[in-house]
């Protein structure tokens, strides 16, 4: 079994300032940053080291929790004896360190510390382990070694307890790129500047936006991307979900009222703010090992295409009877089928809403909305030919 040790102490935070395993990046602590790293090398069991257990701790107990991991919280060290095992593995990350996830389940998939070249890692707070190297903050060790924590005094610093044992009893370094410093890649106590600047480079590495061969999905998913930098938090999201049924609600109440071309504009709205859902909703829970999809999001997923047929359908004349709901349907279908046969780089094209209202708008307006539905549904069938992987 694998086990964590994580810590919220932190010692050289400045009285009435935020510790560094509570600041944020991209709407989540740094300690559940390190969390997520925890549980995706295949730590079953946390153990977090506090002087309380406030809602940062409970709230870190829950993330741990959804990601099927056992999360205890402890003010003793000496705690730990009972938890590991000498046949167990123990991942211990520094308080108030940001490692790259890469990094770590590379080189720590067997018992090792990962380090700094010495210069200029301890200048930057990195702890000195020799004349040549320091510690860059995480380990990977065995279980016994937790044994001699108990012939230490209370008040000893853990995690560098542990790196020491590590060290003596032969546990091999692996040197890190500097590159994952000077990129500020790998932090420890960062500066707002320097959170501000990783947490950039976060959403940018996170966010998977759309190319412009989906122009609308490109354009929304940006937008998404910009505003889930600007205001970053787990509450984002929800917001913009609710927005979207908000915005699909009106935009149906309208349609069966008759203001169709309304309708259609509060439809544009909707699929741009669900667009820009999936986007923030994607930076939010980046990193984490079993991410859950709100109830809601399934729900518009699959009632975001039903509602632009009925929508076309009350656009479309009475007189065309069936063919009213069974156009927009071979072209909702077609669109699906797209996704699922074309190669990867056309997609996301088919799967572009926010194009299809937008297109579909000015006809509504001119009163053409079922031949150019028509129209549309015979272009994107003769694409799929075109588009489509040779295997499928």
């Known amino acids: 079994m694998r086990v964590a040790l994580l810590s919220v102490l932190d010692g050289q935070s400045e009285p009435r300032k935020t510790r560094a395993p509570f600041r944020m990046l991209a709407g989540a602590r740094l300690v559940e940053r390190q969390l997520d790293i925890a549980l995706a090398a295949g730590c079953e069991v946390i ?38 095992a000498a046949s167990d593995e123990l991942l211990v990350l520094a308080p108030g360190v940001l490692p790259h996830e890469d990094a770590v389940l590379r080189h720590l998939a067997k018992p090792g510390v990962l380090v700094f070249p010495a210069d200029p890692a301890v200048d930057r707070g990195y702890e000195r382990i020799d004349a040549h190297f320091a510690w860059a903050g995480a380990l ?8 001699h924590l108990a012939q230490l005094p209370d008040d000893v610093d853990t995690p560098s307890a542990l790196l020491r044992i590590a060290l003596q009893s032969g546990v091999r370094t692996h ?22 600047e990783r947490e950039r480079s976060w959403v940018a590495g996170h966010a998977d936006v759309a190319p412009f061969t989906a122009p609308g999905l490109a354009i929304a998913e940006r937008m998404g991307a910009r505003l889930a930098r600007d205001t970053p938090g787990e509450r984002l999201p929800r917001f913009l979900a ?14 069966l009222a008759g203001w169709v071309s309304s309708a259609f504009a509060l439809a544009a709205l909707a699929v741009t703010l669900f667009a820009m859902e999936g986007v923030v909703r994607r930076v939010t829970t980046a990193g984490q090992v079993r991410p859950r999809v709100p109830m809601i999001v399934q729900i518009l997923t699959v009632l975001i295409d039903p509602l632009l047929v009925l929508l076309i359908a009350l656009a479309s004349p009475e007189d065309t009877q069936w063919l009213r709901l069974f156009v927009p349907a071979i072209l909702v279908g077609l669109l699906h089928l797209g996704e699922r046969v074309s190669a990867l780089r056309w997609r996301r094209s088919y799967a572009d809403r926010v194009l299809l209202v937008s297109i579909l708008l000015p006809a509504v307006l001119l ?17 799929i030919f075109v588009t489509s992987d040779p295997r499928n």
């Open 47 to 84: 153990a977090c080291l506090a002087d309380t257990v406030g809602r940062e701790v409970i709230e870190l107990q829950h993330r741990a929790e959804a990601g099927g991991a056992r999360f205890i919280a402890l003010r003793e060290p000496r705690k730990l004896s009972g938890m590991v």
């Open 140 to 147: 990977l060790v065995r279980g016994n070694a937790v044994e």
């Open 175 to 196: 040197p890190l790129e500097m590159r994952l410093l000077d990129e500020n890649v790998w932090l420890r106590d960062p500066s707002p500047e320097e959170l501000a």
């Open 242 to 255: 609710l927005g979207t049924v908000a915005a699909s609600l009106l935009a149906l109440s309208l349609g």
């Open 367 to 383: 009163g053409i909305v079922q031949p150019v539905v028509g129209a549309l549904a015979l272009a994107i069938l003769i694409s």
